[in-house]
């Protein structure tokens, strides 16, 4: 073989190898692309069966701290939410109802909103997280670490995306 092959060839297998390893990303169960929760503002959680998506706390300008998300049974067995704290205070909740039955959201802000969560006073400042604490008739406590968002852009009008029993 001639050196201009030998060198070429050096050259394509360099190249290769280079391309390979600088465009390569992790495969299989534990890729860092497959391990994505937290594709909004709001977290997710389980419990049992029930699925709670997009949770967050809006801080308004008054201080009252007034919590978003929507929460989903995927169980034929029916449950209740019995209580939600914020920051450690127990939230004043209304609602048409709290009862979690198969495929029946509750939804706390927004058109579809048929409860409403919040507390008088928020202490941490927008852009923190707080313990928001969910408590079920049936299944185990749900604890979120929930961001604090300013009542500001598509929160701007949240008093009237509230639900009103």
Same mark, same amino acid.
Request: glycine fraction near 6%; hydrophobic fraction near 45%; include cysteine.
């Given at each position: ?43 997710? *959680? =389980?419990?049992?069966? &029930?699925?709670?998506?997009? $949770?967050?706390?809006? #801080?308004?300008?008054?201080? !009252?701290? +007034? ?20 920051? *450690? =205070?127990?939230?004043? &909740?209304?609602?048409?109802? $709290?009862?979690?039955? #198969?495929?029946?959201?509750? !939804?706390? +802000? ?56």
């Amino acid at each position: 073989m001639s050196k201009t092959v030998i060198s070429k060839s050096l050259k394509i297998i360099s190249i290769f190898l280079v391309t390979t390893l600088l465009t390569s990303c992790a495969a299989g169960r534990t890729a860092e692309t497959r391990m994505i929760k937290q594709v909004t503002d709001g977290v997710e *959680g =389980q419990s049992n069966e &029930i699925r709670v998506r997009n $949770l967050l706390v809006i #801080k308004q300008v008054d201080n !009252t701290g +007034v919590l978003i998300g929507t929460f989903v049974n995927w169980s034929e067995d029916a449950d209740v939410i019995t209580s939600i704290s914020i920051d *450690g =205070q127990p939230a004043v &909740i209304s609602a048409t109802s $709290l009862d979690l039955k #198969k495929n029946t959201p509750i !939804t706390f +802000v927004g058109d579809i909103s048929n409860a409403d969560a919040s507390v008088a006073q928020m202490a941490k400042a927008i852009g923190n997280r707080v313990a928001v604490v969910v408590n079920f008739a049936k299944a185990s406590p749900i604890t979120f670490d929930a961001l604090i968002v300013a009542a500001d852009g598509i929160y701007t009008d949240i008093e009237n995306m509230r639900f009103k029993a």
